[in-house]
């Protein structure tokens, strides 16, 4: 698994820009290195590295995206969905939920909306906007809304062009822990923003 995962940080789909200053693939990394400085738990710095995972894995042959003008394409919810045969819920529900992050802080955080990238707004208009009032209610009683609102957060600050993160391979030593503990039923490191 980590092999692969290496690959699609290698592979065409990780140069795509998806309308950000910098490619899709250096994005998860500096999202995984400002998860990893922040101090977090491994599970989430593996969720913020592999936060935008469902736009590599669904590229085709060319690297092209499944992101959609008009239409959500629903990666985070597709990542994650791939991602659960191999890691624990720590890694795959923040990775599920941040985009529904982003709604839910444009709905509750004056000012997030307008801090978000021209992209990021964008998307927002086909992921559904700001959540109603009932469903921050609902998202506020789930198990992983802090980490997935941390995972957002650590999103929307990766887009540094003058920043160089790590390269993927700096993350595969804490990828195969959190294999391991999940394949030998270990409790895995925790995944609870701090």
């Not at 500096?30 to 599970?43: D, F, R, T």
């Not at 993927?168 to 391991?180: D, E, S, V």
Request: charged share 20%; glycine share 12%; hydrophobic share 40%.
């Amino acid at each position: 698994m980590i092999e692969e995962l290496g690959d699609l940080f290698a592979g065409p789909g990780a140069g795509e820009y998806l309308g950000e200053p910098v490619t899709i693939g250096v994005h998860m990394r500096q999202a995984g290195a400002l998860a990893e400085a922040a101090g977090a738990p491994e599970a989430l710095v593996a969720a913020a590295l592999l936060h935008d995972i469902g736009h590599l894995h669904d590229a085709g042959p060319s690297g092209a995206s499944a992101l959609a003008d008009t239409v959500d394409a629903r990666h985070g919810e597709r990542g994650a969905n791939w991602l659960s045969g191999w890691f624990p819920d720590a890694v795959t529900e923040p990775v599920r939920l941040h985009v529904a992050a982003k709604r839910y802080l444009c709905a509750i955080e004056p000012g997030y909306y307008a801090r978000l990238s021209d992209e990021s707004k964008r998307t927002l208009a086909v992921q559904g906007g700001p959540m109603s009032a009932g469903d921050v209610r609902r998202f506020e009683r789930g198990t992983f809304a802090t980490d997935a609102v941390a995972v957002r957060r650590w999103d929307d600050q990766a887009k540094e062009p003058s920043v160089a993160p790590p390269e993927f391979g700096h993350f595969a030593p804490l990828l195969a822990r959190l294999l391991t503990a999940r394949l030998t039923g270990q409790n895995e490191p925790g995944g609870t923003a701090r």
